[in-house]
């Protein structure tokens, strides 16, 4: 069973900044497309941010030019670097990955991220 551990979450001010972890227990380059969701309170899981197993990369509009994806295969690690974060930017934010040549997917048990003042 593939496991993605997330870490770096935490409560900062407005305008700061946060880096998310998301290591796995396999290759990198076993997963087609990997990123990251959130859920913030009473609403969907949303897509925030993905790259490809080529290395195309994905945004959601409301983080496009705040936030930065990044791999590591060395490392097995996913990142995501938030700057001038928003209060509307506070969820929880869930790692994913999608194995290449299946439809299987898998999900992290998420990092709190709180942007309150």
């Known amino acids: 069973q593939v496991q993605l551990v997330e870490s770096g979450g935490g409560l900062v001010q407005p305008g700061g900044s946060l880096r998310l972890s998301c290591v796995t227990s396999?290759?990198?380059?076993?997963?087609?497309?990997m990123g990251w969701y959130r859920q913030a309170p009473g609403k969907e899981r949303d897509f925030v941010a993905s790259?490809?197993?080529?290395?195309?990369?994905y945004y959601a509009d409301s983080v496009k030019g705040r936030f930065t994806i990044s791999r590591d295969a060395a490392k097995k690690t996913l990142s995501l670097q938030m700057n001038s974060l928003k209060p509307d930017d506070t969820a929880v934010y869930y790692c994913n990955a999608k194995r290449r040549y299946s439809s299987t997917e898998y999900w992290g048990q998420g990092t709190q991220v709180t942007v309150s003042s």
């Open positions: 790259v490809s197993i080529g290395g195309s990369t």
């Open positions: 396999e290759n990198i380059f076993n997963f087609n497309v």
